[in-house]
């Protein structure tokens, strides 16, 4: 069965040029009994004239025309991006090898002598047109395929972005947009394998603002939001390596995780982030030792140990923070875990009414 006699399909439209009336004719009788459409052109501008209007599944094309060799308007064609897939087809009367060679070397899909015989040319037509028809299918099945790989890369994106937010809505603290207590929980005891692989010292810094319930008793609470809002960002900002993480350990309670940092070196930060808070000099008239929001600070420095839980180095960090408020607040205390009975105040401390509560 040829292509164009299979159901349901539009005839293809094949374009013959010849100049030749008798070859002419011959070629139209042929194609006429397998129901083509047909366009006929007699040389090669009345062929280019009709392929502006009309894009031929097929060509025909005669190789002497009268002004211009079928070689070359093959090669005018091929040039073309809506026909340079369109299989040509030469009918000539020169059969010697050269010529064919020449015909294939100028982009023809197929080559028969002249006279022609109809089952000859027929099964070529067919042929081609279905080799044209699946690669038609193809060059379809392949944009669809890009299409869809396309849509399944946005998609892909756009789950991969979704789950991006969701882990940030997860991880961040809403408030301060810093990390929450579950962000902290995660990295510590991912900072912890790793810098016991690695033998390694991880820091941690507990700090908590000085009298906030007060804070919020006078100023009320958007206030004190605002507060640990501006406090946050302040000290996220001068924490410049990638590994530092800051996070919102719960209420006016900071944690801030320093891997490969030893003690002098947190210590370091803690003044900083002192300093970086006092600058901020944001109103406090009634805290007892300052007219200006502080903090205080707990730090504690370890070797993370295969027999040495990440909770120790929290509790040593929050003693650490006990001590600094029993101490006076508004400084930075560090408590080895080699020994506990031990601590260091920075340099920056103030020490304050020993009797003042504990918050």
């Known amino acids: 069965m040829s292509l164009a006699s299979l159901p349901n399909q539009a005839s293809p439209n094949i374009l013959v040029v010849d100049d030749n009336p008798e070859n002419l004719s011959v ?15 007699t040389d ?10 009309v894009t031929p599944q097929l060509i025909l094309l005669d190789v002497m025309l009268p002004d211009i060799s079928g070689f070359e308007l ?14 040509v ?71 991969t972005e979704n789950n991006r937010k969701l882990q940030q809505l997860v991880h961040i603290d ?11 929980d995660e990295r510590l005891n991912q900072e912890w394998l ?52 800051l996070t919102r350990y719960g209420g006016e309670e900071f944690a801030v995780i320093l891997p490969n940092v030893d003690a002098a070196g947190a210590l370091h930060v803690a003044d900083r982030i002192q300093t970086e808070i006092a600058r901020l000099a944001i109103h406090h008239e009634s805290s007892s030792i300052s007219p200006y929001v502080t903090v205080s600070q707990g730090i504690s420095t370890c070797m993370p140990l295969v027999s040495l839980p990440p909770a120790k180095l929290i509790q040593s960090a929050d003693q650490a923070l006990y001590l600094a408020k029993q101490q006076g607040r508004n400084q930075s205390i560090h408590r080895s875990q080699a020994n506990l009975d031990n601590y260091s105040a920075s340099p920056s401390s103030v020490k304050a009414d020993q009797s003042e509560g504990l918050e």
């Open 74 to 87: 093959c090669k005018q064609l091929k040039t073309d991006p809506s026909l340079s897939e369109t299989p």
């Open 44 to 53: 090669g501008a009345s062929a280019l004239e009709s392929l502006q209007m």
């Open 89 to 159: 087809i030469f009918m000539t009367a020169l059969d010697e090898p050269k010529y064919k060679v020449q015909g294939f070397a100028a982009g023809g899909a197929d080559y028969v002598t002249k006279p022609l015989e109809r089952l000859e040319l027929l099964a070529r037509i067919d042929n081609h047109l279905r080799i044209r028809q699946q690669a038609t299918m193809l060059q379809t099945a392949n944009r669809l395929l890009k299409q869809a790989n396309q849509t399944l890369q946005l998609r892909n994106r756009t789950v």
């Open 27 to 41: 070629a139209l009788t042929f194609l006429s009994a397998k129901q083509f459409e047909m366009a006929v052109a």
């Open 194 to 245: 790793r810098l016991r692989r690695e033998r390694r010292p991880l820091s941690l810094i507990l700090f908590d603002i000085d009298y906030f319930k007060a804070y919020n008793d006078r100023y009320g609470h958007p206030a004190g939001d605002s507060c640990l809002a501006q406090i946050a960002q302040t000290v996220k900002h001068l924490l410049k390596r990638p590994g530092d993480l």
């Open 174 to 184: 809403g408030l301060t947009q810093v990390g929450n207590r579950r962000c902290f």
